[in-house]
């Protein structure tokens, strides 16, 4: 299938004009292929880095609000990475008490340097998108649950264990800061799809079987990549 198989319908291109106003990255963007910088932490009262953490907390509570606003309650951003937003450090931002059926939405917190440190053998297999995937997305198996050492935007260090949607959430964005997005991550071509925004909600009642599909040369041809 070649690239001008996959088509923006029009409510695709509205969002697409809503995310960069609210100042998301192009999905294209070589940012996105780029590894994060670790934050000085010795810094975080810095003027500037005190700046790009609140922005990040503004971009993230923002775009929920207007997704949540368009396309009902418990639809909107459970995370966010620096990259996402032009902001080349290790900074992310995950909902940490999101609901299991994720029907409703939780508290939005920042984390400096996330790492993970442990994984669970344990594995799940669920739906993936992202604001920096363009209409990509895809069945991804990843550990259930997750330990993570990271500095909070208060600067306390904190080790915590992660399990379920959050645990999903962290690793998506973790996976940010290393240049990684999900599509990357799907080894079946099967289980990576091209899903317009008004198919959403055939599409999560029945991902297996989506037709339109998305192999990763044609991932990375969308990306400019190839």
Known sequence: MSQPAFKFSDLD?????????????????????????????????????????????????????????????GKGLVGLAGPQVSIPLRIITVDVDIGKRRKSLGRLQGFINPKIVWRSRETAESIEGCFSTARVWGLVRRPIAIKVEAYTFEGKKISRVYEGYTARIFQHEIDHLDGIRF????????????????????????????????????????????
């Open 183 to 226: 599509p990357e991550r799907i080894r079946s071509d099967n289980k990576r799809h091209w899903v317009n925004q008004e198919d959403m909600a055939i599409y999560k009642k029945s991902p297996q079987k989506w037709s339109l599909r998305v192999s990763l040369d044609e991932w990375y041809q969308l990306c400019g990549l190839k």
């Open 13 to 73: 291109k509205k969002l697409l004009v809503r995310q960069k106003a609210a100042g998301f990255l192009d999905y294209k963007d070589l940012m996105l292929q780029n590894v994060a910088k670790d934050v000085d932490v010795q810094k975080l009262n810095s003027a500037r880095l005190q700046t790009r953490m609140q922005s990040m907390l503004t971009a993230s509570r923002g775009e929920r609000a207007d997704n949540q606003e368009k396309l009902g309650k």
